[in-house]
């Protein structure tokens, strides 16, 4: 309950302490995210070098009068568990190709000359995409897909997600790292308080390099 206390703290901190900075920003480049939660006591270095357990896309900041909107989306290969007699693949939960991210809306400050300290609260969405071409789009959580629920159901049950991030501004590049975490469940359906709180064991780290337009 103290780390909920002091997160949410902080963000009811930087919207006083934004509008002291630049008020307006767009800017677009890439990610890298490692799929695995870093502070697990049983990770190690192999898991941290192998290629699979990362993913790569492109970001997309902006800032309007203090608010900070962002978005990304990342691109990973499904896990192939055999191979056809055909030599053809054969993916885990039939899916070839992820495609998968997260919006999200917050503040930031400057916490140190040229760097930016920001938390945002979003859901995380995603495209999971069969060897036929078939997509199915979730949001919030990999088990809420859009095709098998009501739309007001699906709707509902999109859950929330935080991401911090930390940023050093180098001119017109910004290259910075991040934190996600999605929270314990809460939703429209789920809106109990307890469920707010961030769910620490899925927790996932990543950097990025964003060139600056304005």
Do not use: C
């Amino acid at each position: 309950m103290k780390k909920l206390v002091s997160f949410f703290s902080l963000i009811l901190l930087l919207p006083s302490l934004s509008w002291a900075s630049g008020l307006f920003s767009l800017g677009f480049g890439s990610i890298n995210q490692f799929q695995i939660e870093p502070f697990n006591p049983g990770l190690h270095q192999a898991q941290v070098i192998d290629v699979h357990n990362w993913a790569t896309g492109g970001e997309l900041r902006s800032r309007i009068l203090g608010i900070q909107l962002d978005g990304y989306m990342l691109i990973q290969q499904g896990k192939i568990i055999d191979v056809t007699e055909q030599g053809k693949p054969v993916f885990e939960d039939d899916v070839a190709q992820r495609l998968f991210g997260m919006v999200s809306v917050g503040f930031s400050t400057e916490v140190a000359a040229f760097t930016r300290l920001s938390i945002a609260a979003g859901p995380l969405l995603g495209f999971d995409v069969n060897p036929g071409f078939h997509i199915n789009f979730w949001a919030g959580s990999e088990d809420n897909v859009h095709n098998q629920a009501t739309l007001s159901e699906f709707f509902a049950n999109i859950t929330a997600a935080y991401r911090m991030r930390l940023d050093l501004n180098l001119g017109g590049f910004t290259v910075g790292v991040h934190y996600q975490v999605p929270s314990l469940g809460f939703s429209y359906a789920h809106p109990e308080l307890a469920l707010l709180e961030p769910d620490w064991s899925k927790g996932k780290v990543g950097a990025s390099f964003i060139t600056s337009f304005f």
